[in-house]
Nanobody, 117 residues
Framework: QVQLVESGGGLVQAGGSLRLSCAASGIMLSINAMGWYRQAPGKQRELVAT???????NYADSVKGRFTISQNNARNTVYLQMNSLKPEDTAVYYCAARHSAYGWGSWGQGTQVTVSS
């Protein structure tokens, strides 16, 4: 069992920055990557960024150069630094953990990010 708790969402003007945090607890041995997804109203959930247990990162094209995913040394907290935010970044952001046996199977409750124009 892995529990994920996100924090750091809020309202920001276009061009501003926010940093999201995700605290993970529970049995982490089978986790080989952590990631951030987002879901805007009326749209499907989409991948934003991932970071593997070895530190390799992957980003959606729409956020490359603006967002940075990182994790602490203990690999139990994941961050998403979001710069140069745009109104189209408005969404609920979810933290997720990828299990080696069955993929992205653990999710946080989500945190709202709203970017005003």
């Amino acid at each position: 069992q892995v529990q994920l708790v996100e924090s750091g969402g809020g309202l920001v003007q276009a061009g501003g920055s926010l940093r999201l945090s995700c605290a993970a607890s529970g049995i982490m041995l089978s986790i080989n990557a952590m990631g951030w997804y987002r879901q805007a109203p009326g749209k499907q959930r989409e991948l934003v960024a991932t970071i593997s247990s070895t530190g390799s990162t992957n980003y959606a094209d729409s956020v490359k150069g603006r967002f940075t995913i990182s994790q602490n040394n203990a690999r139990n907290t994941v961050y998403l630094q979001m710069n140069s935010l745009k109104p189209e970044d408005t969404a609920v952001y979810y933290c997720a953990a990828r299990h080696s046996a069955y993929g992205w199977g653990s999710w946080g409750q989500g945190t709202q990010v709203t970017v005003s124009s």
